[in-house]
Structure formats: C-alpha cells, structure tokens
C-alpha cells in the first residue's frame, strides 16, 4: 500500500504539442520529470511543543492512482472527500456519516456547497450526488479531462478542462449552461490551477501566463482580468509563470501567487495592485486578516503583511519536504510533508509548535479549514485525517 509516486513538481511541465522535448532541457532542474535521483527530504528538527495534535475523525478512501490528487472539502461544519477509484464519504463530529463507493476511475474532486457533492471521472463524466446521504442526483458530460475541483453555487456547477475551458452546468439536472474559453500558452503547470467563488455571483480563475479572470457565474461572461506576473526568458519551460493553487479573497482583495512569478494582492473595486513581489510556488497561499503565508517552490514556508507585502518571517527547516500549500487555522500555520507529517507553525513567528504522522504517504493536497480549531488532511494513500487543535500537553 505504501507506494510512491512523483511529487506535483514532477508533474508540472505539460505539453500541448511537439515542445515535450523542451522538458529535457537544462534550467528547471528541480522540476524536470527526467531527473533520476531526488534529494533526501532535511531530518525532522526537534523543539519544545507549544499546542497539542489530535485526531478527531478519520475516513479512508482509496489510494490516489496515477498520483491523482484528490482534494477533500468542508462545507457546513462537515467533511467531504473521495479517492481516486471512486470510494466517497461524508465526516462529521469525527464519525463517518455515509460511504459509498462508485465504482468508477476519479480525476478531480471533491467539490461541494454542503448540499450537492461533485467528482469528476478520469474520462470527463461529471457525477453529482446528494451531500446529505450520497444518492446520486445526475451525471453530465464534460468532454475533456478535468484536473480541478469543481466550484458548487446554489445554481451552477463550474469545471475547468485541461484546456482550461471553463463549464457551468446546472445543479439540478446537469444540462450545461455556458462556456468560457480563452487561449493558453504551450507549456503550463500541470496542477490544480484553482478557482475561487465571491458571494455565489463572481468566479475567479487563475490562468497559465500570470493571469487572473473575473467571471460572472450567471452567464461566464468576463468583467475583468489582472496580470499577477509576465512570462520572462527565452524557451517555453523559461517562460512558464502560472498563477498556482487557489487565489484568496480577503474583502475588498484577491490574493494569488505564481510559479516564476509573483506574489501579490489586488483591489477588487478598481482593479489596482495593493502589493507585488518577486516570489515562486507550486503550491500556493492563504491568507486570513493581517497575515499572509505562501510556500516557496524551494519549500520554505514564508509570512507577509497583507496590507503591503512586507516579509514577517520565514521558516526553512522543511528543505526537500515537498511542502503543501499553507493554511492558517486559528493561531498556527498548517503544512503537509512529503512523508505524511502534519506541521504546526506559530502564525506570529514561525517557530514550531507542533507535530503529528498520518499514514506516512505524501499529504499532496493542500489542507482545508474545518473551524479555527480544527483541519482536514488527504494523503496519497487515501486517507483523510481531520486534526484538532489544543494547548501543549492536552488530548482535546
């Protein structure tokens, strides 16, 4: 069971035609999916514990194939996740309220507003089930691959193909709604580019190429588009810069983070960048209130100020981890590592504060809030760990 798979930097160059070669090239070493050997991840670093790791609810789904990235959800105090062969189940209070499994090859998932829950088959069919008790409301067909997890509104269910299409279909019975396409560049990050969903009315979508698109939910039409960063150097692999993961919306800011880019908030009113600064990932950032924390695509975990971008701290002991993208629960930090550890980060410094093991396979989803006490881990091996937060030396 404990199989391993290539990190999502491994994966991250996709081609679109005959510049599949260019992967083969120099530059970008840590990235190359060629490369043989892989550095060893830093040893753990040892420190006096400051909070306590709990696990309050526990659901295995299956293994990730194809190092698939399933991604879990909260929605109404519970917990929603699915593997990629189809296994789904609903958490809450720490108890699995139902399981089912489909029986069928999964490629993006989960997506859910609490009352419908989607998933996405390896072959673009769209399933939609009752969040309440799993029952399957409708299936609908994509026609292309999906790598992200879908955006649930009241009235529309919205994925992203591989081309980077966007496609709304409706909550009740799937039939689809509209279509928004726009041009990509030959080379871009194979990953969960994600989305963000503003008061059920305003999509924003990230996009190869530095770009950030506001879109109405009603008709997929464009109302606005920002560049976070501008594609530089000479080949394709050089001039890679996609915003990645998912942007973070602070009113009356977006927040998102680019690989080879930047690093940067915006005025959502008048479209103004508030902040900008050279900064790169593959995972992506979060943000909550005064603080803003992003993962370097050389795995150190670094803090701003949201207001303008100036560095707080930064913590580089996780070195060759492979470190998820950042959350903040509470007063801590949360990050996931290449072997299964939870890390808890003191949000003011930086410092360590506690510690915990899952399975010991990748956590290569980022993880989600439940509450400020609470988060959900999924690793690669399936399983979905939500962990509480206490005081150091409590069991609660």
Not at 315 to 336: C, F, H
Request: hydrophobic fraction near 45%; aromatic fraction near 6%.
């Amino acid at each position: 069971m404990n199989r391993r798979r290539p990190h999502l930097a491994a994966r991250l160059c996709r081609p679109f035609a005959a510049v599949f070669a260019v992967l083969a090239l120099g530059g970008c070493s840590s990235l190359n999916p060629f490369a043989s050997d892989e550095p060893e991840p830093a040893p753990l670093v040892e420190f006096s514990p400051q909070a306590s790791l709990r696990v309050a609810g526990r659901l295995d789904v299956d293994d990730n194939e194809r190092a698939v990235i399933m991604t879990p959800a909260v929605a109404r105090d519970a917990v929603y996740a699915a593997g990629a062969t189809g296994q789904t189940g609903k958490l809450e209070d720490g108890r699995a309220v139902w399981e089912k499994d489909l029986n069928l090859k999964l490629n993006a998932g989960v997506g859910t507003d609490g009352r419908l829950l989607t998933v996405v088959t390896r072959h673009g069919l769209l399933i939609a089930l009752d969040a309440s008790d799993g029952a399957e409301r409708w299936r609908a067909e994509v026609g292309a691959e999906v790598l992200d997890v879908p955006i649930v509104s009241e009235e529309y269910v919205v994925v992203r193909a591989s081309d980077s299409r966007l496609i709304a279909f409706s909550t009740v019975d799937g039939e689809r709604k509209w279509v928004y396409q726009r041009g990509t560049p030959a080379l871009v990050v194979r990953s969960q580019i994600g989305m963000t969903l503003i008061e059920d009315k305003l999509i924003v979508a990230a996009y190869p190429g530095g770009k950030l698109v506001g879109i109405l939910i009603d008709t997929g039409a464009p109302v606005w588009e920002l560049a976070l960063a501008a594609p530089r150097g000479v080949t394709e692999l050089e001039r890679i810069s996609d915003v990645v993961g998912e942007p973070v919306f602070v009113e009356p800011e977006i927040c998102a983070v680019a690989f080879q880019g930047k690093l940067g908030c915006f005025d959502l009113r008048d479209g103004r960048t508030t902040w900008s600064r050279d900064f790169s990932s593959i995972t992506g950032l979060d943000r909550a209130g005064g603080l803003l924390v992003a993962t370097h695509e050389n795995n150190a975990v670094e803090a701003f100020r949201a207001e303008d971008g100036s560095p707080l701290w930064q913590q580089k002991a996780l070195v060759n981890r492979k470190v998820s993208r950042p959350l903040i629960v509470g007063r801590y930090v949360v990050v996931g590592d290449v072997q299964g550890y939870v890390h808890l980060l003191d949000r003011d410094s930086g410092e360590f504060a506690a510690r915990a093991k899952t399975d010991g396979s990748p956590i290569v989803a980022p993880p989600r809030r439940v509450d400020d006490s609470h988060f959900v881990v999924q690793t690669e091996e399936g399983g979905v760990f939500v962990f509480a937060i206490g005081s150091a030396g409590s069991d609660s």
